[in-house]
């Protein structure tokens, strides 16, 4: 059986540069993006999520000169989904969990743990050259869980941004 696909209501898009401040631009991008699509509630998970991935693409996926591509898309049936687009190799991977004699080692690369943990799924696909990391969120309304459906995305406006 497959599934149905949903039609997108709304999708914003990004480019930034290799440089570290692009991470909190980042992230005031999505959090934009969030309160214009009536979706603050979701703010704190995606927001960290977003800081995740594009740390991740600026340490390990995006060779000097180049940059990567943030896109937020919401589809009609209250799909929030985050990708971040690099033309680095490889492919990321949750990093084996530490054993409790660990002393704090490896406090860096554990994103993808973070990422693993706050959305409801998330995942690579193949791009030439590089690869997509993305994560979905569930798009609940502020009512006890109750799925927004419609409301989602009344002030959706297509912005593309470039930084």
């Known amino acids: 059986m ?3 696909m949903q039609e997108q209501l709304c999708a914003r898009t ?3 540069r ?13 959090r934009t993006a969030l309160a214009d699509w009536e979706l603050d509630h979701l703010a704190d998970d995606v927001l960290l999520c977003v800081s995740e991935l594009a740390t991740n693409a600026l340490l390990h996926g995006v060779p000097p000169g180049r940059g990567y591509r943030l896109c937020l898309s919401l589809d009609e049936g209250g799909l929030l989904r985050v990708e971040v687009h690099d ?3 490889g492919e ?3 990093p084996v969990p530490l054993r409790e004699d660990d002393e704090g080692e490896g406090e860096s690369g554990r994103g993808l ?9 998330w995942g690579v696909d193949e791009r ?9 969120f569930r798009c609940y309304g502020k009512k006890s869980g109750s799925d927004c459906g419609s409301d989602c995305g009344r002030n959706c406006g297509a912005g593309y941004g470039k930084s």
Do not use: M, N
């Open 14 to 16: 990004a480019f930034y």
């Open 2 to 4: 497959q599934k149905e």
């Open 128 to 136: 030439v050259p590089g690869k997509i990391v993305w994560c979905t």
């Open 113 to 121: 743990l973070l990422v693993s943990a706050l959305a409801d799924a």
């Open 92 to 94: 990321p991977r949750l």
């Open 18 to 30: 290799r440089e570290h401040r692009s991470v909190p631009r980042a992230r005031r991008f999505a």
């Open 87 to 89: 033309s680095g190799a």
